[in-house]
């Protein structure tokens, strides 16, 4: 297969799906992975199509019923194929403007499970060749290419997305399969914090200011406001507000402070205790007077400086409503996904995000070395799925009990190099990757990495995020076309119809 042809790239996840050309440095498209149901059979994708029909119902246009549905699943799995296939076929024909069977096609998914690695793939593969007829495929693991393209063999690829936060270790080319893990604590869970935090500052607000209108005739009003903050909102305005002001909310308001909540309020305090004292004691130089102290009016405004007690303002416009939080408050929104505990009684801070990157840095050391030098995939086996049990079972370290795999290059096997836990974590913790859009949250990667310093403090932490705001949300994209771009495609495999049907028959002879 010749390594420079054109080829399209497309990555699905669970909040959006991106798609382009692998000779373009920026997609074609960013789609919302959702659709709009439309009465019984009409699908709208597309952001601006979504956003109209969404818009246009809550101002009581259409009389049709209008639902929002997904394409994947909260564990960030496809489920929704047939409509997988139509948002597919509809890329090709608006936004690529292309047939689908002239051009070779890249589809990036995350690390999944081996049980259910099988299956989707099959589903890809199934309407690559069958309903779409693409003339080659290739299925690449999202991680992996983010590790790849950033020339990394060995990384720890933290991705904090919508449905949650994936951590997948990396060695020597391989995703360490047992120690990947998953915190559901994302995006959308901070969607759904924002969300309750700022209707209850609004219902605060309009019981103060008995805000309730009584027309003349004794009627009670009911506002626009009374709409947005009702409890029965359907899917269309849970999409159409997590699409618009959350968004605005999460980019501007929400920051993650760099320790710990209490930790940070102990600091603050102790700072405003030990500038209290100073002042009295320049007071009691100044004065002669060994008792001097400062009046209540000079430590109250000492206290209010308190950079976590500061307001940040936000305009909610469905209210028309400015509403004002402290720091503290927004450090408490996204402390969440650190400490979900906090929320509610039934999460514990072992679901957090510190905790769950520590587990798999350990998990990973415990088994690289458990499993033995000799173990390892060669880069080559593992930069892309394959889609048949015998095969898909060595892309993964945990899987390969000391099997060569046939598929493989040869290239970067630790086979000669002594695998410790230690060498592992090092390995590891100075190879983080953060990437994926909730990542983009203030303060984010300095706390990950004073998470980290707390688990590992003897090992050196080196972390590796794109600053710019719009590569870091395409980041698994632009790497899948970076791969799609190597100089050659040995390192990867790529399919034909006349693979995906051999490998069916040959299927379909062993069940016999
Ligand atoms: P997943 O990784 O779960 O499959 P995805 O890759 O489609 O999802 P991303 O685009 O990485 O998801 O992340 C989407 C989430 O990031 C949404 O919840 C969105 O609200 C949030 N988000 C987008 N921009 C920002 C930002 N600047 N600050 C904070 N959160 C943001």
Redesign the pocket.
């Known amino acids: 297969m010749s390594h420079h042809k054109k080829c399209v790239v497309i990555?699905i996840?669970?909040?959006?799906?991106i798609a382009g050309f692998n000779n373009t440095e920026l997609p074609q498209c960013i789609l919302p992975?959702s659709y709009l149901k439309k009465g019984s059979d009409e699908y709208i994708f597309g952001t601006i199509s979504m956003l109209e029909e969404a818009m246009a119902k809550n101002e009581g246009e259409t009389n049709e019923s209008l639902e929002v549905f997904t394409t994947?699943d909260e564990n960030?799995i496809p489920y929704n194929w047939t409509v997988i296939e139509q948002q597919l076929k509809y890329i090709y024909k608006t936004q690529l403007k292309c047939e689908p069977q002239d051009l070779p096609l890249v589809i990036t998914v995350?690390h999944l499970k081996s049980e259910l690695a099988n299956k989707v793939l099959e589903r890809y593969f199934n309407i690559a060749f069958t309903k779409l007829n693409v003339p080659v495929l290739q299925i690449i693991i999202e991680p992996l290419a983010i590790a790849l393209a950033m020339g990394k063999t060995s990384a720890l690829v933290i991705?904090?997305?919508?449905?949650?936060c994936?951590i997948t270790p990396i060695v020597e080319g391989t995703v360490v399969k047992t120690s990947v893990m998953r915190s559901r604590f994302?995006?959308?869970f901070?969607?759904y914090q924002v969300t309750q935090k700022v209707e209850n500052i609004v219902k605060n607000n309009k019981k103060k200011n008995n805000s309730e209108e009584i027309d003349i005739d004794g009627d009670i009003n009911i506002s626009n406001e009374d709409n947005i903050l009702s409890d029965n909102k359907d899917s269309v305005d849970v999409w159409l507000q997590?699409?618009t002001w959350?968004?605005d909310f999460?980019?501007n308001m929400?920051q993650v402070s760099d320790k710990e909540l209490p930790e940070l309020e102990r600091f603050y305090k102790e700072q405003a205790e030990m500038q209290i004292r100073q002042q009295e004691q320049l007071q009691q130089y100044s004065t002669n007077n060994v008792n001097a102290k400062l009046d209540e009016a000079a430590i109250a405004s000492i206290q209010n400086n308190n950079p976590l007690s500061q307001k940040k303002n936000f305009l909610y416009k469905l209210a028309n409503q400015t509403i004002s939080l402290e720091s503290r408050q927004c450090y408490e929104l996204a402390e969440s996904l650190f400490n979900p505990s906090m929320i509610s009684e039934k999460y514990t801070k072992e679901d957090g995000l510190g905790e769950i990157i520590g587990k798999s840095i350990k998990k990973a050391g415990a088994s690289v070395s458990s499993v033995g030098t000799n173990t390892i995939g060669a880069l080559g086996a593992s930069m892309t799925i394959q889609p048949m049990n015998t095969q898909s079972k060595n892309n993964y370290l945990g899987d390969n009990n000391g099997n060569n795999n046939s598929n493989a290059t040869g290239i970067n096997s630790l086979s000669t190099t002594a695998t410790t836990p230690e060498y592992i974590y090092s390995m590891l913790l100075t190879n983080i990757i953060v990437?994926?859009?909730?990542s983009?949250?203030n303060g984010m990667e300095q706390r990950i990495i004073k998470e980290l310093s707390i688990r590992f403090p003897q090992y050196k932490i080196t972390t590796f995020a794109n600053q710019v705001?719009m590569d870091r949300?395409i980041q698994?994209w632009t790497s899948s076309v970076s791969m799609s771009n190597l100089p050659s495609w040995e390192l990867a495999k790529w399919y034909t119809k006349s693979d995906y049907e051999k490998e069916l028959n040959s299927e379909t002879v062993n069940e016999k």
Request: charged share 15%.
């Open positions: 990555k996840g669970s909040h959006h799906t992975s994947v960030g995350p991705d904090l997305g919508s449905s949650g994936n994302a995006g959308d901070l969607d997590a699409n959350i968004q999460k980019i929400l990437t994926g859009a909730t983009l949250i705001t949300k698994g």
